[in-house]
């Protein structure tokens, strides 16, 4: 399969499997409204696909707890604490997303136009957490 096509279709998977978890038709109750999906990478047999999972919810807790309302730099420990539950949640949200993943690769398969189907399995995205935490210490070392 050409590049062009595989990047195509990946998108497509990523697209069918973020319309399913927004409908609400993953039921688990650890896969929450604020996780995305950042981007699929699929084989190119399409036999595997590894779909890369982050959370809004993570991202805003950490904007919340970096800075306080009097403009105070938060804590060391304060930020150790969030970024430790961002883990968590992000954890336990691939957790659901894993163990549904039989379910969302049938409702793909219906939808797609492939011969296969590939097998989907999550993995935690904390790329975006890392960027953020760059900004907040480049924003602190100009005061």
Do not use: C, Y
Request: aromatic content about 6%.
């Amino acid at each position: 399969m050409d590049e062009i096509r595989q990047r195509k279709l990946e998108d497509q998977i990523r697209e069918e499997l973020s319309s399913l978890i927004l409908a609400g038709e993953v039921k688990d109750p650890r896969v929450g409204p604020f996780v995305s999906l950042t981007r699929v990478e699929a084989a190119r047999d399409l036999s595997f696909a590894r779909v890369f999972v982050s959370s809004f919810a993570a991202a805003a807790d950490a904007s919340a707890s970096t800075g306080s309302e009097a403009g105070e730099a938060a804590s060391p420990g304060s930020v150790r604490a969030s970024i430790s539950s961002e883990d968590a949640a992000i954890d336990r949200a691939v957790e659901g997303l894993n163990h549904a993943a039989g379910f969302m690769q049938a409702r793909i398969g219906k939808r797609l136009r492939t011969r296969l189907t590939p097998k989907l399995h999550f993995v935690a995205d904390r790329g975006i957490r890392a960027g953020f935490e760059m900004n907040e210490r480049i924003k602190g070392l100009f005061p």
